[in-house]
């Protein structure tokens, strides 16, 4: 099976330190978008890819956060310094969606990395 | 801005039918997905309607009219691994962004 993955699964950081999530999509797929989920809320969108280009960062991406995805493959995100509040899920999908059309554009998601920050 | 809203909560019997509401008010309208959660798990695609109507998958069953802002999911036959939380999601016409609700919990009971 070839669908999302997402490293590492869950990680503990301390208050004040960088992380850094991977998220590999589907292989034909040109688009990927990072979202966040806490308890009991849904995803909330945090960033978006047509391909290596980042085509909108949410009020939510904090200078703090910056994402890559620099061969239009796998991205990354990291979070400098960081904050307890920024424990939360990390979500990444990805989808494809031809030139011209905006079709279906469903978005499959990866398994999430969970971010605990103590 | 976006609002999208779905009930908290609800319960069901196994074997049973449940209806999923789900309003919404956004700048934009490209579509209207419907995710299935499990606890502690990514959410998984079940349907997606971009016309009104119903589109029918399976046990799953879902609505929608552009009208009057608001979809819902059927879930037929329930068994007890449906027992998950349910994401309503309205796709923006800006760089096909999802919008998400914030999931109605399923508790299917025996």
């Known amino acids: 099976d070839t669908g999302v993955s997402q490293d590492p699964r869950h990680k503990i950081t301390k208050r004040g330190q960088n992380v850094t999530f991977r998220c590999d999509p589907i292989?034909?797929?040109?688009?990927l978008y990072w979202y966040r989920q806490t308890l009991g809320q849904g995803p909330e969108f945090l960033t978006y890819?047509?391909?290596?280009?980042?085509?909108?960062k949410s009020r939510l991406l904090s200078d703090r956060f910056s994402a890559e995805r620099p061969k239009g493959s796998f991205s990354t995100l990291e979070i400098q310094r960081t904050e307890q509040g920024d424990s939360a899920m990390y979500l990444c999908?990805?989808?494809?969606?031809?030139?011209?059309?905006?079709?279906?554009?469903?978005?499959?998601f990866g398994p999430g990395t969970r971010l605990t920050v103590l | 801005g976006q609002n999208i809203d779905q009930p908290t909560e609800m319960t069901a019997t196994e074997g049973a039918i449940v209806q999923i509401n789900c309003t919404y008010q956004?700048?934009?309208?490209?579509?209207l997905f419907w995710y299935q959660q499990h606890a502690g798990e990514a959410p998984t695609f079940l349907s997606y309607?971009?016309?009104?109507g119903l589109e029918e998958k399976g046990r799953f069953s879902s609505f929608l009219s552009r009208s009057k802002g608001y979809s819902y999911l059927l879930l037929k036959e329930l068994q007890m691994k449906d027992s998950a939380s349910y994401l309503c999601?309205?796709?923006?016409?800006?760089?096909?962004?999802?919008?998400f609700g914030s999931g109605t919990k399923l508790n299917v009971k025996p």
């Open positions: 999908a990805s989808s494809l969606s031809y030139s011209g059309t905006s079709g279906t554009d469903t978005q499959y």
């Open positions: 292989s034909e797929h040109n688009r």
């Open positions: 890819f047509q391909n290596e280009a980042q085509l909108e």
């Open positions: 956004t700048s934009g309208f490209n579509g």
């Open positions: 309607n971009v016309l009104d």
């Open positions: 999601a309205v796709k923006g016409v800006n760089f096909n962004k999802f919008y």
